[in-house]
């Protein structure tokens, strides 16, 4: 099985807790005995959105405040490598053939973001894509995709499963600026749709229901379907 998880960075290193990050790391290590061979993308998380606040209000533009983020991803993904010591590929790759070829050489490719304009979320999808993983994993800071944003409306519901077609609408509904926070970015649900890779959003912050999901098909979060 090959599979890729995308895990934010709220959740990968909330205010830079290594033992999270160790967390990951294990339960990681535990997939690959498995037998399972496995990508990973990390975000930018708070700190990311902190730094492009700052730089915001320096006056950078959008494209500035891109690259301000993928900096920070490529670090989360740095301490993400650093648990992992020899398992992982030494460096984030920049470039999709990069990580497909830690994937050949039995190496876990740890990715940060790639190119302004998009979030981690598409660069998982793209990845997944590329290397014809089986599933995708979104380990994110809620428990699925919902009809609006749960911390700011109470009547939102959760998603058991929800097509393609519909979370590309929702997301459309969304602002996407730098360090804005959806489910999954719209460029990321369009190659999803495309790709028809099965996929999960679920609340990672226990890493261990990343574990679950990928090696005994157990989840609590949100399938999202061709």
Known sequence: MRAVVSV??????????????????????????????LGVVVGGGGVARDYIVTARELGANEMALDQVGIGVTRLNA??????????????????????????????????????????????????????????????TS???????????????EKYDQIATEELVDIIGDIEMTAGSNAPIDLLGAKIVQRSGTRTLVLDGEDPERVYRAIADGDHEGTEVVP
């Not at 650093?82 to 190496?107: C, I, Q």
């Not at 999808?125 to 979104?138: I, N, P, Q, S, W």
Request: glycine share 12%; net charge negative.
């Open 78 to 139: 740095r301490l993400l490598i650093a648990a992992l010591g020899e398992k992982a590929a030494p460096t984030p790759p920049e470039g999709y053939e990069d990580a497909a070829v830690a994937f050949h050489r039995g190496d876990v490719p740890v990715l940060g973001g790639m190119i302004p304009g998009q979030t981690t979320d598409a660069v998982s999808a793209a990845l997944a894509e590329t290397v014809g993983a089986d599933l995708l994993v979104f380990a």
């Open 142 to 156: 809620v428990d699925g995709v919902y009809t609006a944003d749960p911390s700011e409306n109470p009547d939102a």
């Open 8 to 37: 934010g960075g709220s959740v990968l290193a909330p205010g830079l807790d290594s033992g999270r990050v160790a967390a990951y790391a294990d339960v990681i290590e535990s997939l690959l005995d498995d037998g399972v061979e």
